[in-house]
């Protein structure tokens, strides 16, 4: 079984910053791809970035310029720098992990993200 813990939510004011971190535990295999999606309350979950296991990055567009995803594959970890926060931006964010064959897909418990205007 896998778990993932995320750290680094937390309430900060519109323009900060803030780094989550993911780490993964218990019978970790190699990842294909780890992200980070969002959710909004009463919203289905949304992609904001993930990242191959050779480093290519995706981004939402709404997200693009101001986070920064970055994997740590030793460490089975991956972070989530964001920039520029905005009350946009206040959602409850989700680490996920991917392997495959067969295709498995675990998630984190969530952290909270608040970004005040």
């Known amino acids: 079984q896998v778990q993932l813990l995320e750290s680094g939510g937390g309430l900060v004011q519109a323009g900060d910053s803030l780094r989550l971190s993911c780490t993964a535990s218990g019978s970790v295999f190699s990842f294909t791809t780890m992200g980070w999606y969002r959710q909004y309350p009463g919203k289905q979950r949304e992609l904001c970035a993930v990242?191959?296991?050779?480093?290519?990055?995706f981004y939402a567009d709404s997200v693009k310029g101001r986070f920064t995803i970055s994997r740590d594959n030793a460490k089975n970890t991956v972070h989530l720098q964001m920039n520029s926060l905005g009350p946009e931006d206040t959602a409850v964010y989700y680490c996920?992990?991917?392997?495959?064959?067969?295709?498995?897909?675990?998630w984190g418990q969530g952290t909270q993200v608040t970004v005040s205007s």
């Open positions: 990242i191959s296991s050779d480093g290519i990055a």
């Open positions: 996920n992990a991917d392997i495959s064959p067969p295709f498995k897909r675990y």
